[in-house]
């Protein structure tokens, strides 16, 4: 019951762009503050000081794959962003469409579609790919059925995940503000 489909046909490739008449402060994710499955951090900028590769909208469930270098593995799914997240165009934003978001991540992730990235890139000093090979891709999709059972047994992780990240971003602040002062002294242990 498994069929292959293009991934342009179950899921939507950079839908969305800030227009412009767009005139609030963004959270910008660029390509260097994305590793292997994780957005490190994002930047705060107004609109009209950010870097003019801040275009592309995303939301929750989005997966977002670097076209530059894919061999370098740098993509991430978008969970429970906070309002006016902006990725650079140096991303493809993938917007599941028939298929669950963690269904998708896991089938991006995977070794062949890294090989396929790499492969379709072109250019030899900073080889990238375009939205069309993101689009051409054939996935091996299972039954409905099939893909539920996996959702249902997988989405919680991304939630934890999420909050585990969290944790340990407040853990770091935490740190940042106490290690100085016991360096100085000014509180003790």
């Given at each position: ?100 978001t963690s269904f998708l991540y896991q089938a991006l992730g995977t070794e062949q579609f890294i090989a396929y990235l790499t492969n379709r890139a072109t250019g030899a ?50 740190r940042d503000i106490l290690l100085p002062r016991l360096m100085m002294g000014i509180i003790e242990v």
């Amino acid at each position: 019951g498994w069929t292959n489909i293009t991934l342009a046909e179950i899921s939507k490739i950079n839908a969305n762009s800030i227009s412009s008449s767009f005139d609030e402060d963004i959270q910008y994710i660029d390509i260097s503050s994305v590793s292997t499955k994780s957005i490190d951090h994002t930047t705060e900028y107004q609109i009209k000081e950010a870097p003019g590769r801040a275009k592309r909208m995303v939301t929750h469930g989005d997966i977002i794959w670097s076209c530059v270098r894919p061999n370098r593995k740098s993509y991430a799914v978008i969970w429970k962003p906070e309002e006016n997240t902006i990725a650079s165009t140096g991303f493809s934003v993938i917007t599941p469409i028939d298929v669950s978001t963690s269904f998708l991540y896991q089938a991006l992730g995977t070794e062949q579609f890294i090989a396929y990235l790499t492969n379709r890139a072109t250019g030899a000093a900073y080889p990238a790919v375009k939205s069309i090979d993101f689009k051409e891709y054939d996935i091996s999709l299972p039954p409905k059925l099939l893909i539920d059972k996996f959702d249902a047994q997988t989405k919680d992780y991304l939630d934890v995940i999420w909050n585990l990240k969290q944790q340990n971003q407040k853990l770091k602040e935490a740190r940042d503000i106490l290690l100085p002062r016991l360096m100085m002294g000014i509180i003790e242990v």
